[in-house]
Nanobody
Framework: DVQLVESGGGSVQAGGPLRLSCVAS????????MGWFRQAPGKEREGVAT????????YYADSVKGRFTISRDNNKNTVYLEVNSLKPEDTAMYYC???????????????WGQGTQVTVS
C-alpha cells in the first residue's frame, strides 16, 4: 500500500503558475502508476494526468494539455503537478492518487491523498 499527502494549493490569480506536490510513503510506491485528479463543487471527479512508474510516459486530460505537467522524483518519493497558466475553471480540490499497479488507466487508481484546494480568481 501507499500513503499520499498533497501540498501546494491555495488562492492564485488567473494566469499565474502553481506547483503541487505529493509525498508518498510505503514500500510499494515505485510499483505504482501515479496520477492527479481534481473535483470542482457540483462536478464529478476527473482525471488530470498520469505518469508511469519510471516517469518516462505521461498522459493528460484534454482540458489541461499544454498547461499542466506531471513529473515524479522517485528518489524523493514525490509526484509533482505544475501549471504554467491557471484558469478560473481550474478551481477544484486536487487529489494525488496511485494506481493499483503499473497500469495507468483512469479507473485503476485506488490509493488517494486527502486533497489540496486550488482556487483561481
Amino acid at each position: 500500500d501507499v500513503q499520499l499527502v498533497e501540498s501546494g494549493g491555495g488562492s492564485v490569480q488567473a494566469g499565474g503558475p502553481l506547483r503541487l506536490s505529493c509525498v508518498a510513503s510505503g514500500y510499494t510506491y515505485r510499483r505504482h502508476c501515479m496520477g492527479w485528479f481534481r473535483q470542482a463543487p457540483g462536478k464529478e471527479r476527473e482525471g488530470v494526468a498520469t505518469i508511469s512508474i519510471g516517469g518516462g510516459s505521461t498522459y493528460y486530460a484534454d482540458s489541461v494539455k499544454g498547461r499542466f505537467t506531471i513529473s515524479r522524483d522517485n528518489n524523493k518519493n514525490t509526484v509533482y503537478l505544475e501549471v504554467n497558466s491557471l484558469k478560473p475553471e481550474d478551481t477544484a480540490m486536487y487529489y494525488c492518487a496511485a494506481a493499483v499497479d503499473y497500469i495507468c488507466w483512469w479507473d485503476r487508481f485506488r490509493f488517494w491523498g486527502q486533497g489540496t484546494q486550488v482556487t483561481v480568481s
